[in-house]
């Protein structure tokens, strides 16, 4: 298999502080519009039935809405498209509610707090709105599970000829926990990528590893953005795309490793 992997990205969802869609944060991307920091905003989870959608956490809400975003722009439906989750930490809005029960007198943890709790809880959601049969992989590589989702998912279009959707998502933790993993507010990106071009493929990218260092931003509010918090690390790649590039770009990875991504506009 050859070190530098190309697939087509055919469908972008994002959420973010300040950029509640792909559309208006290609804008502010693209230099078309300025950057207002804002807390985030998370659509409700229409596609989930009622009884789910009321025990829906946040990191669930945010996957559905920017997997769902990306696959109406790419035309795909959620039922047959193998999925790659990948998560810094989880859903922390939880895990610190489990803890303060376990640190009480009345220690009987909910089912609804417990199933929450695992890693794999949203993508168990994402096949219940999407009804899907298709395979799901989610992982968790602390800061680097931007780049590490995206490894995972564009060998998986490559290897099987296959399109595959990946969705990064990171929820803050409340205190005492976020003094020690201080992720500022909620964010999810989702990417559609196929092997092959269409129509609707908005550019193409080749991505290897490097040791050259990452992509800083000039303006200090999206830097802060994309090195707070571990999904936003995506938002260089997002930024050539959104200004219609071609050129590449480095991506925080392992200590010492970096993405090299070559982007092509379709």
């Not at 640190?103 to 999407?130: C, K, L, M, Q």
């Not at 490097?210 to 303006?219: L, S």
């Amino acid at each position: 298999m050859s070190s530098r992997l190309s697939v087509y990205i055919d469908g972008i969802g994002l959420i973010a502080p300040g950029l509640n869609d792909w559309p208006s944060a290609r804008q502010v991307l693209a230099g078309l519009q300025p950057y207002h920091s804002a807390k985030t905003v998370i659509p409700t989870p229409e596609l989930l039935p009622a009884a789910e959608r009321r025990r829906a956490s946040d990191i669930v809400k945010l996957t559905l809405a920017t997997s769902l975003e990306a696959m109406s722009q790419a035309g795909v439906e959620g039922k047959s498209l193998p999925s790659v989750f990948s998560f810094s930490n989880g859903d922390g809005v939880n895990c610190h509610s489990i803890c303060e029960m376990l640190a009480s007198e009345d220690r009987e943890i909910s089912p609804t707090r417990f199933h929450n709790s695992v890693h794999n809880a949203a993508a168990g959601y994402w096949s219940i709105a999407t009804k899907t049969m298709a395979t799901s992989s989610v992982l968790c590589a602390f800061d680097a599970s931007f780049g590490a989702g995206l490894l995972d998912a564009i060998t998986q279009v490559v290897i099987e000829d296959t399109p595959c959707i990946l969705i990064a998502s990171d929820t803050p933790y409340p205190e005492p926990m976020f003094t020690k993993r201080p992720i500022p507010d909620n964010s999810s990106i989702a990417l559609v990528l196929m092997a092959q071009k269409s129509t609707r493929s908005i550019a193409q990218i080749t991505v290897s590893v490097t040791d050259e260092p990452a992509y800083q931003f000039d303006a200090a509010a999206l830097e802060n953005l994309r090195t707070a918090i571990p999904s936003m690390r995506s938002l260089p790649l997002l930024q050539l795309i959104a200004r219609h590039d071609s050129g590449h770009v480095m991506l925080d990875y392992l200590d010492g490793l970096r993405l090299a991504v070559e982007v092509d506009p379709c």
